[in-house]
């Protein structure tokens, strides 16, 4: 289970960036009030998860990385709306360097003990232009899911 941009509350973040300029304060990237409710279902759902890297969702590391030993695999489960606000509740999202930077060792330490490595992440894809009634398509939500022995990096 990944954060896609459903799982961000704009009123949340909204609230958040209120709260700040009440305070007179800068909001702070990647503004994680915006995710408190996904974070309560996610650590409520993987509370029994062993093994899982770094924790499942917390302040500052709002990804992980879960090894399944029985399947010889370990699962990247990417956030991609780290730049995701209440004011570009469209954008296509992002990972990060730091997010990509964080995955990069481990990766490559269990690609080197033969583990297949699968990277998970929710994007909404691109506008295309459709044959479908006014000729604009408008996307829902797609999966990518990327299964490869090593670790790029990069591309998020």
């Known amino acids: 289970m990944v954060p896609g941009a459903r799982d961000v509350n704009m009123a949340a973040c909204r609230?958040?960036?209120?709260?700040?300029?009440a305070d007179e304060v800068e909001p702070k990237s990647p503004y994680w009030p915006k995710w408190r409710h996904f974070a309560v279902m996610i650590e409520s759902f993987y509370a029994s998860a062993a093994g899982a890297q770094g924790g499942v969702f917390a302040v500052?590391?709002?990804?992980?990385?879960?090894?399944?030993?029985?399947?010889?695999?370990?699962?990247?489960?990417?956030?991609?709306t780290m730049d995701v606000t209440h004011d570009t509740p469209d954008a296509r999202g992002s990972t990060g360097p730091d997010q990509e930077q964080w995955f990069t060792a481990p990766i490559a330490d269990y690609t080197h003990r033969g583990r297949i490595s699968l990277r998970r992440e929710i994007r909404p894809p691109r506008l295309s232009l459709g044959c479908e009634g006014n000729g604009l398509a408008v996307p829902g939500r797609r999966a990518r899911l990327r299964v490869r022995r090593g670790w790029g990096g990069g591309g998020g």
């Open 15 to 21: 609230s958040y960036f209120d709260t700040c300029e």
């Open 60 to 80: 500052g590391q709002e990804w992980s990385l879960f090894p399944i030993d029985d399947l010889n695999l370990v699962v990247a489960a990417m956030n991609s």
